[in-house]
């Protein structure tokens, strides 16, 4: 795993992160290294997963949890997963 993608991550490229995302997402092999260098770097992190039915306020929920911890200024980051729903065919927000 390239260091300079490590140190662009630390930085907080999206461009960066994106990749890295798409590394572990499609990539075993590249991926699991990634992860593994990246872990020591996670320090206190939050990992928060929201589900409910269509109409249930995931959004507005998630809307008021990234407004509470952007006033104590911390960074956030959402990542929005939607496998197929019945519903909606797997629209991400709608």
């Given at each position: 795993?390239?260091?300079?993608?490590?140190?662009?991550?630390?930085?907080?490229?999206?461009?960066?992160?994106?990749?890295?995302?798409?590394?572990?997402?499609?990539?075993?092999?590249?991926?699991?290294?990634?992860?593994?260098?990246?872990?020591?770097?996670?320090?206190?992190a939050?990992?928060?997963?929201?589900?409910?039915?269509?109409?249930?306020?995931?959004?507005?929920?998630?809307?008021?949890?990234?407004?509470?911890?952007?006033?104590?200024?911390?960074?956030?980051?959402?990542?929005?997963?939607?496998?197929?729903?019945?519903?909606?065919?797997g629209?991400?927000?709608?």
């Amino acid at each position: 795993v390239s260091s300079d993608l490590i140190q662009s991550i630390r930085a907080q490229s999206k461009l960066a992160i994106s990749k890295a995302i798409s590394l572990i997402e499609n990539n075993g092999e590249e991926g699991h290294p990634l992860l593994s260098d990246l872990f020591q770097y996670t320090g206190n992190a939050y990992r928060i997963g929201i589900t409910g039915p269509p109409g249930a306020g995931k959004s507005s929920l998630t809307d008021n949890l990234i407004s509470a911890y952007r006033l104590q200024d911390k960074t956030v980051a959402v990542i929005a997963v939607d496998p197929t729903s019945p519903f909606s065919g797997g629209a991400v927000l709608g």
